[in-house]
T-cell receptor, first 118, second 115 residues
Framework: AQSVTQLGSHVSVSEGALVLLRCNYS??????LFWYVQYPNQGLQLLLK??????LVKGINGFEAEFKKSETSFHLTKPSAHMSDAAEYFC????????????????FGKGTHLIIQP | SQTIHQWPATLVQPVGSPLSLECTVE??????LYWYRQAAGRGLQLLFY??????ISSEVPQNLSASRPQDRQFILSSKKLLLSDSGFYLC??????????????FGQGTRLTVV
């Protein structure tokens, strides 16, 4: 079974500082990995995804993530935080073997609330 | 382009009342459809998914039910709401099998408060 662990339910950084949100996965095969962002009272929006091409993936809003198989990690980073980055971030995994044809969708972590200090 | 509509955006219902949340997708055919519930600190919990009209799979025993009367319509229902049904409900769709690494697309969500 696949699973995702996001370390830290809340992360606080100063405006202009590095953002690092951690995600570790568990999967029997190298998975597909996703990062989503959720602003208050809105749906989830895809930031970026890893699908076994380049291990360093660039997404929207200046975010990027690196797939490290040896560490089973897919941490999300941004060099310089902006106030508008304050939101909830979710890491998700999909098994390429697509259990039940993939119909059961993505498996999500519990989310990390990113707080930006002025 | 594909769009997903979910309504209402907010809802306040008394305990014991019925519930109906609706979700429709435009611009795609034969999508997989999903209902998630989001509670504070608990992430996204998959409630139901559907691979076709009339085909519903339940992931968690609930006071809720789902139906898919049309290819691009997904409805979440309850006959009698409980206080514990309060939360943020999200509808999502994914392309049908065969596309490696396909992502999920989400609606704007419904904030349900049971009082």
């Amino acid at each position: 079974a696949q699973s995702v662990t996001q370390l830290g339910s809340h992360v606080s950084v100063s405006e202009g500082a590095l953002v690092l949100l951690r995600c570790n996965y568990s999967s029997s095969v190298p998975p597909y990995l996703f990062w989503y962002v959720q602003y208050p009272n809105q749906g989830l929006q895809l930031l970026l995804k890893y699908t076994s091409a380049a291990t360093l993936v660039k997404g929207i809003n200046g975010f990027e993530a690196e797939f490290k198989k040896s560490e089973t990690s897919f941490h999300l980073t941004k060099p310089s935080a902006h106030m508008s980055d304050a939101a909830e971030y979710f890491c998700a995994v999909s098994d390429p073997s697509r259990k039940r044809g993939g119909a059961d969708g993505l498996t999500f972590g519990k989310g990390t609330h990113l707080i930006i200090q002025p | 382009s594909q769009t997903i509509h979910q309504w209402p955006a907010t809802l306040v219902q008394p305990v014991g009342s019925p519930l109906s949340l609706e979700c429709t997708v435009e611009g795609t055919s034969n999508p997989n459809l999903y209902w998630y519930r989001q509670a504070a600190g608990r992430g996204l919990q998959l409630l139901f998914y559907s691979v076709g009209i009339g085909q519903i799979s339940s992931e968690v025993p609930q006071n809720l039910s789902a139906s898919r009367p049309q290819d691009r319509q997904f409805i979440l229902s309850s006959k009698k709401l409980l206080l514990s049904d309060s939360g943020f409900y999200l509808c999502a769709w994914m392309i049908r099998r065969g596309v490696p690494g396909a992502e999920a697309f989400f609606g704007q969500g419904t904030r349900l408060t049971v009082v």
